[in-house]
């Protein structure tokens, strides 16, 4: 199947009547399938920021004027969720629909005055320009000092250079096949794409992050729901619907959900035909606004390694940034850092965990396989007698003794959780409470 990376593109959302959805793993345009953008194509039709045109194409090779860029830009941004208050520009009448998003571009630097003026505005945009609209976006300063290294860089305006020379350090901007950068050439959308493409990638950009998850296949079923005997209007027999298929996405951050799997959903990377070929497979999926996968960018299989560690702690900490991190306190109290990725696997996921909580950690060097929440009890007492093995706490009533077995495998802490570190030995008369799985496994003694 087709191959590329992810992105953002658009212009235009229709409110017209789609055509018919493509089969399955073809796609929400016909005319992207087999393009070369085509996988940023699917990506922002699975995010509603483009719809396409009536008759359901997406037109990538058409070019686009610069406000047509801009409004791509904008959209891919996170400023769209806050419009600027009053903010008065002098645009042209046939920039008029992009009022807000020029506004947006002008309020927060990314579109200079000198540039909303028609002949500017309303013309096919020069890659140059739409360059140093991608290069402003990212809030830092521009480059100066490194060298365009391309055939044709003396073509790029003055003005322009700081932002290509940004954008090449970035590796955002690599140049045509050929050694070019073709500065003065129209951009098309399908090459907006590609820049946009590689801004998201490396986190310049995160258009509704919440729909964009990353983790791999647990199952693949169809949805029983949709399997009903005949009934007054159902389709006579030959007609009915193809079947809807839900996959079971296990992701760190939120643990195994179903996700069922839109109509026509674009598929990357699997040249397997049908959703079983996405089996035990790693997947970046855009879920659409109905919370259907759209979008799915296969990878590698997930295969268990021969070297698997394990642990058994309480969470310190979850660190959320582009990835996910998870400190762990281990039965001696040392603390230890371990990463999370898209094969990690969480009972409930990572968002769930609370600070304390006791888990079991399976592990691959410094990253987390799989993590198990554990369910452990309590038991509040004074010891009654111990031994290199065994504590005993003396029953009431007709109960009989409690027992438990190997304490000295248990962490030791203070009444707050600490590293014990008290003068206070573990003897007859001292008064514990008591972190167990069962007699035979106790994680924790804290001294009361």
């Not at 953008?37 to 194409?57: C, K, M, Q, S, W």
């Amino acid at each position: 199947m087709k191959r590329c990376f992810l992105i953002i593109l658009a212009f235009l959302i229709v409110a017209s009547p789609r055509p018919a959805l493509a089969a399955w793993g073809d796609g929400l345009f016909p005319d992207a399938l087999n393009h070369w953008a085509a996988e940023p194509l699917n990506f922002l039709g699975a995010l509603d920021i483009v719809r396409g045109y009536p008759d359901g194409t997406c037109r990538p090779d058409q070019p686009l004027t610069a406000v047509e860029a801009v409004v791509l830009l904008m959209r891919a941004t996170e400023y769209t969720v806050a419009r600027p208050a009053n903010l008065k520009i002098d645009i042209p009448a046939g920039a008029a629909w992009a009022k807000n998003d020029l506004a947006l571009a002008v309020q927060n630097g990314i579109v200079a005055d000198e540039e909303l003026r028609p002949f500017v505005l309303l013309q096919p945009a020069p890659r140059y320009l739409v360059w140093q609209f991608l290069a402003r976006s990212l809030k830092i300063p521009l480059d100066r000092e490194t060298a365009l290294d391309f055939s044709d860089a003396a073509q790029v305006p003055a003005g322009a250079v700081p932002a290509a020379s940004t954008l090449v350090r970035l590796g955002i901007l690599r140049g045509q096949p050929d050694g070019t950068l073709r500065p003065l050439d129209t951009i098309t959308r399908a090459e907006l794409l590609a820049l946009l493409a590689r801004m998201i990638e490396d986190g310049w950009l995160n258009p509704l992050p919440a729909r964009c998850l990353e983790g791999w296949v647990q199952a693949v079923k169809q949805d029983t729901r949709r399997e009903r005997a005949a009934a007054p209007g159902t389709p006579p027999p030959g007609t009915e619907p193809a079947p809807r298929y839900i996959l079971t996405l296990s992701t760190p951050a939120e643990g195994s959900k179903d996700y069922p799997l839109a109509p026509g959903a674009a598929i990357f990377g699997v040249t397997q035909t049908g959703p079983a070929g996405l089996h035990n497979r790693q997947v970046l999926v855009i879920l659409n606004r109905r919370g259907e996968i759209a979008f799915t960018r296969v990878g590698e299989p997930r295969q268990a390694p021969a070297n698997l560690a394990s642990l058994t702690g309480t969470i310190e900490k979850v660190i959320q940034g582009r990835g996910y991190q998870v400190i762990i306190r281990d039965l001696n109290h040392d603390l230890h850092t371990y990463q999370a990725n898209w094969a990690t696997t969480v009972s409930g996921g990572l968002r769930r965990l609370k600070e304390n909580q006791w888990v079991k950690v399976t592990l691959v060097g410094d990253f987390v396989w799989e993590l198990e929440p554990l369910a452990v009890q309590k038991f509040s007492g004074t010891i009654d007698a111990i031994d290199s093995r065994r504590i005993y706490f003396a029953g009431k009533g007709d109960k009989g003794s409690t027992i438990f077995e190997y304490w000295d495998r248990a962490r030791l802490s203070d009444k707050d959780g600490k590293k014990y570190e008290g003068n206070q030995a573990l003897v007859s008369g001292t008064h514990v409470e008591i972190t167990y799985l069962n007699s035979f496994t106790l994680l924790e003694i804290k001294f009361r």
